[in-house]
């Protein structure tokens, strides 16, 4: 037996749609998404760059085209664009107009322009931005046509993962039982540990960081992710995983000396060489290649600095201060 699947839409028509998103794209600032795709994205550009849905190749003559095929109206169609947080499952509406309201000449569509949408302002969860063209509105029932409101005509998705959010950066529930299990005091707020995985293995198992976090505190974060306190708390995981990546090196460098030898590019893909990236840049010349290996001595040497610069980079004094409100 076949263990193929196959996404079946229950009438005859409409591949317009489909066909004018194809031609989406999504810009964050010198990386262009393809849909369908997953995208890392550093930190800072995560949560602070702007994010662009680009339409230059969408035809917006199929639109009509599309909808005549179906039986419809063209303003019994719109154009909607989520930003979903998959992890914490809120979604936001970014964009929503019917197709005779759209402008033909229309080629972005700014996605945190006014107001920064939470699954873009919450890094450890990811962010799925999703484009649809639906159904705004119920009809009567017809064989093979769609009639059910919001029944989607055609789909887009472009996945974003942070630091926080690939190999090895996903927070896992703690329970008490989770606390007694690892010998920890039961008001345990966090922990990390690597177990036995290499931060030089350059294919890394996607839960090589057991990062375990209070479950409540989690459900805390899932509404208060965008506060300056939400914000914080998701910056301070990220150092809490990486401190115990560069740890885990230190143990490998007693191990294993020649480590420190090699250059850091050799390990592209580990979990070592992703911290040294973000402290030190992704550069391809020479200076970049320097700048990179000089970070993995200090990470053999003095791990406490490297450690500093990283947490400079997240951007956390920024988000500690305002935590605390106005000065008085």
């Known amino acids: 037996m076949s263990s193929e699947t196959r996404l079946v839409r229950p009438y005859v028509g409409g591949d317009e749609f489909q066909r004018m998103l194809d031609g989406c794209t999504l810009r964050c600032a010198d990386q262009t998404i393809e849909g369908g795709s997953e995208a890392a994205v550093g930190l800072e550009e995560y949560l602070n760059f702007p994010f662009t849905l680009e339409l230059d190749r969408v035809d917006w003559n199929l639109g009509s085209e599309g909808a005549s095929a179906l039986g ?20 936001d509406v970014v964009f929503r107009s019917d197709l005779p309201s759209i402008d033909p000449s229309l080629r972005q569509i700014p996605l945190s322009d006014e107001q920064r949408p939470r699954a873009l302002r919450a890094p450890h ?11 705004n509105r119920s009809r009567d029932p017809r064989p093979m046509q769609p009639w059910r409101r919001g029944t989607w005509l055609g789909r887009q998705d472009f996945r974003l993962r942070s630091e926080l ?3 090895g950066f996903v927070p896992i529930r703690m329970t008490d039982d989770d606390r007694e299990q690892l010998g920890l005091p039961r008001d345990t707020v966090r922990y990390t540990t690597l177990d036995d995985g290499d931060p030089f293995d350059t294919d890394p198992a996607s839960d090589m960081v057991k990062l375990y976090v209070d479950g409540e505190l989690l459900d805390r974060l ?29 143990r490998r460098f007693r191990e294993s000396p020649e480590l420190g030898t090699q250059h850091v590019d050799d390990f592209r893909g580990s979990l070592a060489h992703r911290i040294v990236e973000y402290v030190a840049g992704r550069g391809g010349d020479a200076s970049s290649k320097e700048r990179r290996q000089n970070a993995l001595r200090q990470m053999r040497d003095d791990p406490v600095v490297l450690l500093a610069h990283l947490e400079a980079r997240t951007g956390i004094r920024r988000e500690l201060i305002s935590s605390l409100g106005a000065a008085r």
């Open 72 to 91: 419809l109206e063209a303003s019994d169609v719109d154009l909607l664009v989520l930003a979903v947080a998959p992890r914490l499952r809120f979604v």
């Open 125 to 135: 969860g990811g962010a799925d931005i999703q484009v649809f063209f639906c159904l």
């Open 165 to 167: 959010t690939g190999s």
């Open 222 to 250: 899932a509404v208060s992710a965008g506060t300056p306190a939400g914000r914080q708390i998701q910056q301070q995981l990220f150092l809490d995983a990486a401190t115990a990546i560069v740890f885990a090196a230190q």
